[in-house]
């Protein structure tokens, strides 16, 4: 009892702290293996993504494979640092680290299963002008946890969209409405007459 009471305690403080228990990522059936692809050689965020699908139980195919494959194209990674604040002599002493991911995921024949998107994230930190050694250290902190984030958001994009298509929540393109037919007109049959205006007085 004291066990369940504690698991029961552990599981609700992890809730309340942001953790929550999912699914593994949800791939089309046919999809035999996924390609990660990124315009940077060295990307963190494409190894991140490797080990995240794979750990959700899709097959992951090598960059030098040459069989068909999905594909998870990273197509642009940016950093920006946005000052939000600045002291008594104009100096930036916090900023706004910002991360923007543009991706898309493609099918193994080419079509895209996500269409290109971009996500962005951010996180602020303060820089004070005389210490630029301890900002470089928290930086960096913060730019592997937006990393980590970026990946799992990614993901979960993908497991979203996914979703919505097999349980046919996607939205199909709409038709093109056909021209209303015109009414033929009768010659024999003489327009109908105006109505008449009545004039005051009369």
Known sequence: MTRFLLALVLT????????????????????????????????????LLRRGLQSSGAQIAESDDSAKAAQLQVLSERWGDLPIAIDAQGRAQEYSLRYAVIFKFLREDGSELVPQQVIELSRDYVSPPTDATGTTTEREILADELRREMSASIMRRIDSVVRAEMEGRVPAKPATPATPAATPVDPAVPPPAAAATPIPGH
């Open 12 to 47: 609700a403080s992890l809730a309340g702290c942001g953790f929550h228990l999912r699914n593994k990522l949800m791939l089309p059936a046919d999809t035999a293996a996924v390609k990660v692809v990124s315009t940077a050689p060295y990307s963190e965020l494409a190894k």
